[in-house]
């Protein structure tokens, strides 16, 4: 016992001698960790920052349960057709209501499909938050770290341009905000959101290559035409629904014409084969979401389905 109570003593002593450095060993940065802070000092891992971007994008991130599973193959049918009248939900009235609140501008808080696009959009801008408020500390190429920024300042854009045309204004984040900090961030009006929309778009330009830059596999990345055309897009709703910013279809016309004039598209010799695998990717794209085949959804064929 006495032996016990000694060896005891001893290994208390040892780790009170310990004690007065456990401070300054604890705030070193954990080895073999990727954290915020160190995510940029690697080419390999800021590809994969802004690739999880595009993941969103995708609709690979967000609810896959109920009828939100659906929105990943048929969100621009539900928002865009069936919404605008350009299509019928089809199948009997008490199939997929949620649909049909959404045709008949009937929507409630409980809409799943709507829900779903909301969610996907934040978590979209907050994943493009997290590149472009660290990249710049970062130690990486300036070049490959001036295109990662201008690619996930379209991606931001990108969401908040789905969120405006589907919500109107919304809240603005430019910075990581708190779960319990989000509740308070007061809705901006139509034509803030647009402003930000075009600011994030012209800073893009800015920083993004032209489409012949990239290789192949860096296909359906964001490019400064890219950035063009969805600027030129923007304005032209403008036009059409709230011109608060004052807008002109010079400025459209100006847009376009640079995205022409850089000789980076044509017009694709088979206008059917656009829609078609062949077409991907085309001539003709300025910017295409990827998808590849998978098992994770479901969804009818040749739709694609989560990324």
Known sequence: MKTSSTARALAFAALLGLAPGCKSFLDKDPL??????NLFNDATNAAQAVNAVYDVAGWDQGPKFGVGDFVTVHFEWMFGD??????????SPSDFTAVSDIKNWSVQTTNAIVASLWTHSFTGVARANTVINNIDAGSIDSSLKNRIKGEALFLRAYFYFNLVKNFGGVPLFEQAV???????????????????????????????PEKGAYSSTDAGRATKGAANGYLARVIMYQLGTDNTNNHTWQEV??????????????????????????????SESVFEIQFAASNDSYGPISTGTAN
């Open 178 to 208: 708190l779960p319990t900090d989000a509740a308070n961030v007061k809705r901006t009006t139509i034509a803030q959101t647009y402003a930000f929309i075009e600011k994030d778009l012209k800073a893009a330009a800015a920083l993004l």
């Open 253 to 282: 016309y100006d847009l376009t014409s640079t995205v022409i004039s850089s000789s980076q598209y044509s017009l694709y010799p088979n206008y059917a084969a656009i829609h078609q695998d062949i077409g991907e990717n085309s």
């Open 32 to 37: 073999g960790t990727v954290t915020q802070t």
């Open 82 to 91: 069936v919404l605008s009248d350009d299509a019928e939900k089809g199948s």
